[in-house]
Nanobody, 126 residues
Framework: VQLQAFGGGLVQAGGSLRLSCAAS????????IGWFRRAPGKEREGVSC????????DYSNSVKGRFTISRDNAKNTVYLQMNSLEPEDTAVYYC????????????????????WGQGTLVTVSS
């Protein structure tokens, strides 16, 4: 099982980035995929989640309206389009896969996810 997050980088405030999460080694279209982030000195925070069945999505209040999650099951990939980035978005971003019947209880509870990627760093300068 492998999840690889990439697409991070340095961007100015107000800019955009698109993160990708490429998966292999499990039945991708059966899993919900979540994005989490850990900012320096802060705890891990759930950012967004996309279900496997109907593609329904969840967003944390801090990113709602700015970030968009999507998935391409044919490519075993989930994307996180991040617009209007703010310095507060600076963090290492991780993707994770979890069975939907667990994740539905709380899409932003990291304990409900089975597989994790290695993270990609996003730095937003002011």
């Amino acid at each position: 099982v492998q999840l690889q997050a990439f697409g991070g980088g340095l961007v100015q405030a107000g800019g955009s980035l698109r993160l990708s999460c490429a998966a292999s080694g499990f039945t991708f279209d059966e899993y919900a995929i979540g994005w989490f982030r850990r900012a320096p000195g802060k705890e891990r925070e759930g950012v967004s989640c996309i279900r496997s069945s109907d593609g329904s999505t969840d967003y944390s209040n801090s990113v709602k309206g700015r970030f968009t999650i999507s998935r391409d099951n044919a490519k075993n990939t989930v994307y996180l389009q991040m617009n209007s980035l703010e310095p507060e978005d600076t963090a290492v971003y991780y993707c994770a896969a979890g069975m939907p019947y667990w994740v539905v209880a709380d899409p932003f509870d990291p304990k409900l996810y089975s597989y994790w990627g290695q993270g990609t760093l996003v730095t937003v300068s002011s």
